[in-house]
């Protein structure tokens, strides 16, 4: 894998109608390591994820990779919806980019992650036959598939049971190490066991805010007193 990029935002702004999102933005996401966006409902979490895509263009100021070279190319995305082929097999949809690409495709890399994300019995299932968590975790297995320097990911497990969620992040967490990831959840204990550097969105305009992370290499375990500390530290703040 070629080297992961920082991302740099610099005097960013953006504004849907008349309220800006984001004014005078300045915001660098490191290089390599996973970095969790928290915030309430609405303050701009997405938006922001999308402007590191390059999915929507800031109003004001830029984001490029901190290295000068492009982005395109270089991003896996994956968003609040799973966005499966309907007609295509849980196994052609995770190959989905290769394909739309002309590139070589890998069924053995393919079928060894939808093992991972525990649906080996359902490669060849149609994506209305799954239920909504096993829909997400086929489009975890395409981002993994996808093998990209930047992985850019909108509440990735919001459907999964919790036993389930677990297993996911742990495999996120390893798998994705190394990587410039950038990950959006209003789960603070996802937060606390998967991130290397915190951000607390809030404001109209938002504003970030670091919060302190725990101790250890991601991905924490679930019962982990550091992460369950800082789990609670981190809701009492949200809920201020
Ligand atoms: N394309 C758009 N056109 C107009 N307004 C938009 C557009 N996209 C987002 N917004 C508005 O921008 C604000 C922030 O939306 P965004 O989806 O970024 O929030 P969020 O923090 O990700 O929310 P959630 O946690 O509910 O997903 C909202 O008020 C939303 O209505």
């Known amino acids: 894998m070629p080297a992961p990029p920082a991302i740099q935002l610099e005097g960013v702004g953006l504004d849907f109608g008349a309220a800006p999102l984001f004014r005078n933005l300045d915001l660098c996401i490191g290089a390599g390591i996973m970095t969790v966006l928290l915030g309430a409902s609405g303050v ?4 922001l994820l999308r402007m590191l895509g390059g999915l929507v263009a800031p109003d004001y100021g830029r984001v490029a990779a901190a290295d000068g070279q492009s982005l395109a190319g270089r991003v ?3 968003g609040q919806q799973d966005l499966l082929l ?3 097999t849980v196994m052609d949809n995770v190959m ?7 590139d070589r495709v890998d069924r053995g890399r393919a079928g060894h992650l939808l093992d991972c994300v525990g649906l080996s019995s359902h490669v060849a299932d149609l994506p209305a036959t799954l239920s909504g968590g096993m829909r997400q975790r086929v489009a975890l297995a395409r981002v993994l598939y996808e093998d990209r320097p930047v ?15 677990a297993r996911m992040q742990d495999l996120a967490g390893r798998m994705l190490a190394g990587r410039t990831v950038v990950l959006i959840t209003h789960d ?7 991130a290397d550097r915190m951000l607390l969105m809030s404001g109209h305009p938002a504003r970030l805010d670091a919060m302190d992370v725990p101790a250890g290499a991601v991905p924490r375990a679930v019962d982990d007193p550091g992460v369950l500390a800082a789990q609670s530290m981190l809701l009492r703040r949200m809920l201020q």
């Open 96 to 102: 989905l980019g290769a394909r739309l690409r002309g």
């Open 44 to 47: 701009g979490k997405t938006s």
């Open 151 to 165: 992985v850019l990911m909108d509440e990735p497990f919001s459907a999964l049971d919790s036993v389930t969620r």
């Open 188 to 194: 603070p204990l996802e937060a606390c066991r998967l």
């Open 86 to 88: 309907p007609w295509a």
């Open 76 to 78: 896996a995305w994956m």
